[in-house]
């Protein structure tokens, strides 16, 4: 069964570059999330899509923008980036009922 | 605001034995979900097992098993026949109401699965 991508897998950025994330939903997901987890720490929401819409937003710096495409592909950009944005960037999808989340093997994003 | 509390960080287990993993969460809604979701070393996050809030049965996946008790608002996970491929991180999750919001996660319990 196909999976939620994400691209790329490892990203290493020097302080104040930008980034870019990609995410590639399971077809037929409406619904895309996404979190961010520190070193030893739980995720974190930052935003979410529905039906390209935004729908949620949490802890998302205002540096951090995304963006849900008309193919439901959903990217996340980055600037100014910070030491502290050093994470792991998980991509999930889903349909709307039942809300269960799949999750993409995530984007480790290390900033020098 | 809801919250989800795993009040253990650190669990071990001999293989072949049975653990469960304590979880409670704090809520007003009458309709959510609970999930738990393993993170082994690789970092994939993994769905393991969920559960309506509306179902009195507890859900069974295999191995896995949830010891849901809405009015207590806890939702445990017991592990039986533990293998050396369940060490991993667990948490636990909520999701307030139905249909797209976020997970709430605990903090994490890890696992780890002994010879």
């Known amino acids: 069964a196909a999976g939620v991508i994400q691209s790329p897998r490892h990203l290493i950025k020097e302080k104040r570059e930008t980034a870019t994330l990609k995410c590639y939903p399971i077809?037929?997901?409406?619904?895309v999330y996404w979190y961010q987890q520190g070193p030893g720490q739980d995720p974190q929401f930052l935003i979410s899509?529905?039906?390209?819409?935004?729908?949620d937003k949490g802890s998302i710096p205002d540096r951090f923008s995304a963006q849900q495409f008309s193919d439901y592909h959903s990217e996340l950009n980055m600037s100014s980036l910070e030491l502290g944005d050093s994470a792991l960037y998980f991509c999930?999808?889903?349909?709307?009922?039942?809300?269960?989340?799949?999750f993409g093997p995530g984007t480790r994003l290390t900033v020098l | 605001a809801q919250t989800v509390t795993q009040s253990q960080p650190e669990m071990s287990v001999q293989e072949a034995e049975t653990v469960t993993l304590s979880c409670t969460y704090d809520t007003s809604e009458n309709n959510y979900y609970l999930f738990w979701y393993k993170q082994p070393p690789s970092r994939q996050m993994i769905l393991v097992i969920r559960q309506e809030a509306y179902k009195q049965q507890n859900a069974t996946e295999n191995r896995f098993s949830v010891n849901f008790q809405k009015a207590a608002k806890s939702f445990s996970l017991k592990i039986s026949d533990s293998q050396l491929g369940d060490t991993a991180m667990y948490f636990c999750a909520f999701i307030p109401n139905s249909g797209n919001t976020p997970l709430v996660f605990g903090k994490g319990t890890r696992l780890s699965v002994i010879a």
């Open positions: 899509f529905y039906e390209k819409m935004q729908s």
């Open positions: 077809p037929r997901h409406d619904t």
């Open positions: 999930a999808s889903s349909l709307e009922l039942p809300n269960e989340q799949f």
